[in-house]
């Protein structure tokens, strides 16, 4: 983790403050800034839980039940061939769950309140190759809902 956020996202920022990039190079470095920074105050050492309030209503809405939504994403989050993530996303006054391939486009990043890294940097050192493993440790011990439920809440506003 702390490789993925001083090494990884850092390269990222390098490359867009260095300049001179070609346009899909400028495009691919502005995602993964864009969507590194709202991934890492998603994380919390004392995450997991339940989304609470209207996050909790809109999940229960839109997907069912949490455990539903988890599925959903875990199994978008299995699926991504390559590098991706799995975002939760708010579209139309609606959660939806999708997938960016790569680092995605600039709509998937306008409308992404959750994002889950599945690049293997995201998980290959801790885990080696079990993305469940990663998936499953991210829903059930990181997540920080307030932080969710914050953003969801200026989506509507
Ligand atoms: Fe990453």
């Avoid at 390269?11 to 502005?30: F, I, Q």
């Avoid at 299995?78 to 486009?105: D, F, K």
Wanted: aromatic share 8%.
């Amino acid at each position: 983790m702390t490789c993925h956020h001083d090494v990884l996202h850092a390269n990222y920022v390098a490359a867009l403050n260095r300049g001179g990039l070609t346009p899909e190079a400028y495009e691919y470095n502005l995602g993964g800034n864009v969507l590194h920074s709202l991934l890492w105050p998603t994380l919390s050492p004392v995450g997991g839980g339940r989304p609470v309030g209207e996050l909790a209503r809109m999940v229960d809405r839109d997907f069912g039940d949490l455990t539903h939504l988890r599925n959903t994403m875990i199994g978008a989050a299995l699926a991504c061939q390559g590098s991706g993530w799995a975002l939760l996303s708010s579209h139309g006054g609606r959660l939806i769950v999708e997938v960016a391939h790569n680092h995605g486009t600039r709509a998937q990043w306008g409308r992404a309140l959750l994002p889950l890294d599945v690049w293997e940097h995201a998980y290959y050192l801790d885990r080696g190759p079990n993305r469940r493993a990663w998936c499953e440790a991210f829903f059930d011990r990181l997540v920080d809902w307030r932080v969710v439920g914050a953003r969801a809440s200026m989506r509507r506003g």
